[in-house]
Nanobody, 125 residues
């Protein structure tokens, strides 16, 4: 069974930074794309960022573009999310996810095969 372990969440003041990490445990697997999603209380889960290992292209939601940076190592299926200039509206549970097969859209949750357990990020004003 593939498991993705997420770490690095916490409480930070507005304007601060946090770095999230996601790495696999359990059965090994190959991924083509890894991404981050988030779900704020009372809202639907939404796309945050993704990275395509082939070519290294990165993709961001408009709301985080310029503030968040996704990076990682495809050989190890490890992905990070550096979050700078955090805002209270970034408060959410953050999830990492992996696509075992390239299915097209990086922002569509249904294209992802494996999910991490989520980590809480709280940004105080």
């Amino acid at each position: 069974q593939v498991q993705l372990v997420v770490s690095g969440g916490g409480l930070v003041q507005a304007g601060g930074s946090l770095r999230l990490s996601c790495s696999p445990s359990g059965r090994t697997f190959s991924s083509h794309i890894m991404g981050w999603f988030r779900q704020a209380q009372g809202k639907e889960r939404e796309f945050v960022a993704a990275i395509r290992w082939s070519g290294g292209s990165t993709y961001y939601a408009d709301s985080v573009d310029g503030r968040f940076t996704i990076s990682g190592d495809g050989a190890w299926n490890t992905v990070h999310l550096q979050m700078n200039n955090l805002k209270p509206e970034d408060t959410a549970v953050y999830y990492c996810a992996a696509q075992a097969y390239s299915r097209g859209s990086n922002s569509y949750q249904g294209n992802y095969d494996y999910w991490g357990q989520g980590t809480q990020v709280t940004v105080s004003s």
